[in-house]
């Protein structure tokens, strides 16, 4: 494995000529096709007076058409094998990965599970422990109501020193996941928690858009717009939004 050379070399060979070159040179003839059709369309005034204008316009656009098919026909078969050949490769490896994680999937979950438990169960230790020094600081300030003296003092000096102990603990029962759930792993590595925020559609009707209208990407509210127009035709009916016919010349 170590010495292998990557597929792409293998296909493209390590002294073959650059891909620039090969292009330039297998497609000379259409390149100077290219630069005829376009010094004869700039020749041609784009001033437009009458049908006879239109209709030489027509020719040219026409023409450029074909050319345009027949190049990108010609991109199609030069770049096909190699989108394949991608396609195939990002495949064959797409499927090694898939078997790991299909393997680790049933462990995955379980370790999921794990580090839910343990994390709520360490949170509620310690919510118990907070409220139990509570508890205790309490009552040592309801001593220092009831006594006197030196008495009152000492009850309410160990009153604050509890409290002072409920405070850490209250503190530590908003331990994140990743410290409440933290092992070594033996090789390297520490088996750990994290947490994400998560979200589950309950009932997608009740979705209120306008507070997501930050979140839009122009891009999809145009292609959303687009979708509606296409149904709706000229009934679109859209606050903010024109919809309207729109004539180009079209030449076939």
């Given at each position: 494995?170590?010495n292998r050379?990557?597929?792409s070399?293998?296909i493209?060979g390590?002294?073959?000529a650059?891909l620039?070159?090969?292009?330039?040179?297998d497609?000379a003839?259409?390149e100077?096709?290219?630069?005829?059709?376009?010094?004869?369309?700039?020749?041609?005034p784009t001033k437009i007076k009458d049908?006879?204008?239109?209709a030489?316009?027509?020719?040219l656009a026409?023409?450029?058409g074909?050319?345009?098919k027949r190049?990108d026909e010609?991109?199609?078969d030069?770049?096909?094998?190699?989108?394949n050949?991608q396609?195939?490769?990002?495949?064959?490896?797409?499927?090694?990965?898939?078997k790991?994680?299909t393997?680790?999937?049933?462990?995955q979950r379980e370790a999921?599970?794990?580090t839910r438990?343990?994390?709520a169960?360490?949170?509620?230790?310690?919510?118990?422990?907070?409220?139990?020094?509570?508890d205790k600081?309490?009552?040592e300030?309801q001593?220092?109501?009831?006594?006197?003296?030196s008495?009152a003092a000492r009850a309410e000096?160990?009153?604050e020193?509890?409290?002072a102990?409920?405070d850490?603990a209250e503190r530590a029962a908003?331990?994140?996941?990743a410290?409440?759930v933290?092992t070594?792993?033996?090789?390297?590595?520490?088996?750990?928690a994290?947490q994400s925020?998560?979200f589950e559609i309950t009932?997608?009707?009740?979705?209120d858009?306008?507070?997501?209208?930050?979140?839009?990407?122009r891009?999809?509210?145009?292609?959303?717009?687009?979708?509606m127009?296409r149904?709706q035709?000229?009934?679109?009916n859209?606050?903010?939004?024109?919809?309207?016919?729109?004539?180009?010349a079209?030449?076939?």
């Amino acid at each position: 494995m170590e010495n292998r050379k990557p597929i792409s070399e293998q296909i493209f060979g390590h002294n073959k000529a650059p891909l620039e070159e090969v292009l330039k040179n297998d497609f000379a003839d259409l390149e100077k096709e290219v630069d005829e059709a376009v010094a004869k369309i700039k020749a041609r005034p784009t001033k437009i007076k009458d049908e006879t204008d239109f209709a030489a316009v027509g020719r040219l656009a026409i023409d450029a058409g074909k050319l345009t098919k027949r190049i990108d026909e010609l991109r199609k078969d030069e770049t096909t094998p190699l989108y394949n050949a991608q396609k195939d490769i990002k495949a064959h490896f797409d499927l090694l990965a898939a078997k790991i994680e299909t393997a680790v999937q049933p462990h995955q979950r379980e370790a999921d599970n794990y580090t839910r438990e343990k994390a709520a169960r360490e949170k509620r230790a310690r919510e118990e422990e907070a409220k139990r020094l509570r508890d205790k600081e309490d009552a040592e300030r309801q001593k220092a109501e009831t006594a006197t003296g030196s008495a009152a003092a000492r009850a309410e000096g160990r009153a604050e020193a509890i409290g002072a102990q409920a405070d850490a603990a209250e503190r530590a029962a908003n331990i994140s996941a990743a410290d409440a759930v933290r092992t070594k792993v033996a090789g390297g590595g520490v088996a750990t928690a994290k947490q994400s925020l998560a979200f589950e559609i309950t009932d997608y009707d009740a979705i209120d858009l306008n507070k997501l209208r930050p979140y839009f990407n122009r891009d999809h509210v145009e292609a959303a717009i687009r979708s509606m127009v296409r149904v709706q035709k000229m009934n679109t009916n859209l606050p903010g939004v024109d919809v309207r016919w729109d004539t180009k010349a079209a030449f076939r």
